[in-house]
Nanobody
Framework: QVQVVESGGGLVQAGGSLRLSCVASGIGFSINIMGWYRQAPGKQRELVATITNRGTTNYKDAVKGRFTISRDNAENTVHLQANSLKPEDTGVYYC?????????WGQGTQVTVSS
């Protein structure tokens, strides 16, 4: 059974940094796309960053230059290094993995940035 588990959220002051991690288990191959999404209170879930198993990345414009996504294909793990955090980065961050018909979400990890 495929499981996706995030870790690394927390409370940080504006300008600070956090590193989020996600592990996808129960999969015997390198997942095509792994990514991070976030959902702020009262808002829809939105893409933050994705990375393919070939290393191609895609970022939300608002996080370019501040966030970096990386992955370990062999371990099916993905990380999000979030620097220069802003209060508007606050939300629940979800990991998503996609491979063909497979799409699995984690339970989410809370990131709160205080001003």
């Amino acid at each position: 059974q495929v499981q996706v588990v995030e870790s690394g959220g927390g409370l940080v002051q504006a300008g600070g940094s956090l590193r989020l991690s996600c592990v996808a288990s129960g999969i015997g191959f390198s997942i095509n796309i792994m990514g991070w999404y976030r959902q702020a209170p009262g808002k829809q879930r939105e893409l933050v960053a994705t990375i393919t198993n070939r290393g191609t990345t895609n970022y939300k414009d608002a996080v370019k230059g501040r966030f970096t996504i990386s992955r370990d294909n062999a371990e099916n793990t993905v990380h999000l290094q979030a620097n220069s955090l802003k209060p508007e980065d606050t939300g629940v961050y979800y990991c998503n993995v996609e491979h063909g018909a497979l799409s699995k979400w984690g339970q989410g990890t809370q990131v709160t940035v205080s001003s």
